[in-house]
């Protein structure tokens, strides 16, 4: 069963907007990290921000936000005053467990966001 | 922060023969490295996870005589292909990350050509 769904295949923003990227999980365990990583078509996977779920506060680094609504199991990403160099595929991942380096992370499927001059 | 190392960046290989990639933690120890291999536009599909000194533990539909992975060191683990062919070429990423509540950290990949 999918774990995480990104309901949106592709999203446009035009530049210097800001756009939301969705994100669902399904989990049992209490205990979970969410990441939001980015890839540009360099492929290189670029960490962007992460989310505990004891965390009281929303997560936030720069122009990246993470609106975590733990009842509802989402965790969307975001992104602040868009500029062209976002424009990449976005995964949003998640970890379950202890949060240990032993812990596997698994990903969404992706949403492509491309971002309009 | 925490970088990971992994070569060659891409390789074409004749069908039938083998090989190998290599990932490195630069700056950490990693005990546990993860291989995930991702298709054209889609996601990152999680392999295998390496552990040093044991078995890798692979996912489900993965072959492990196929798709051989060895961590030998706390820096190093590979992953090799054996007997290539064209439908094993892929984008393949390892990752690892330095401890608790660390986010992992991705080498640039791998881009396997088997003609």
């Known amino acids: 069963a999918q774990k995480i769904t990104q309901t949106q295949p592709g999203m446009f923003v035009q530049e210097k907007e800001a756009v939301t990227l969705d994100c669902t999980y399904d989990?049992?365990?209490?205990?979970?990290?969410l990441f939001w990583y980015k890839q540009p078509s360099s492929g290189e996977m670029i960490f962007l921000i992460y989310?505990?779920?004891?965390?009281?506060q929303n997560a936030t680094e720069g122009r990246y936000s993470l609106n975590f609504q733990k009842a509802r199991k989402s965790a969307n990403l975001v992104i602040s005053a868009s500029q062209l160099g976002d424009s990449a595929m976005y995964f949003c991942?998640?970890?379950?467990?202890?949060?240990?380096?032993?812990?596997?992370?698994?990903f969404g499927p992706g949403t492509s966001l491309s971002v309009i001059p | 922060g925490a970088v990971v190392s992994q070569h060659p960046s891409w390789v074409i290989c004749k069908s039938g023969t083998s090989v190998k990639i290599e990932c490195r933690s630069l700056d950490f120890q990693a005990t546990t490295m993860f291989w995930y291999r991702q298709f054209p536009k889609q996601s990152l599909m999680l392999m295998a996870t390496?552990?040093?000194?044991?078995?890798?533990?692979?996912e489900q539909g993965v072959e492990k005589d196929k798709f051989l992975i060895n961590h030998a060191s706390l820096t190093l683990s590979t992953l090799t292909v054996t007997s290539a062919h064209p439908e094993d070429s892929s984008f393949y990423i390892c990752?690892?990350?330095?401890?608790?509540?660390?986010?992992?950290?991705f080498g640039n990949g791998t881009r396997l050509t088997v003609t």
């Open positions: 989310q505990g779920s004891y965390d009281q």
């Open positions: 991942a998640m970890r379950e467990g202890r949060q240990t380096s032993y812990d596997k992370v698994i």
């Open positions: 990752s690892a990350g330095p401890g608790y509540n660390s986010p992992l950290h």
């Open positions: 989990t049992s365990d209490p205990s979970y990290g």
């Open positions: 390496s552990n040093e000194g044991s078995k890798a533990t692979y």
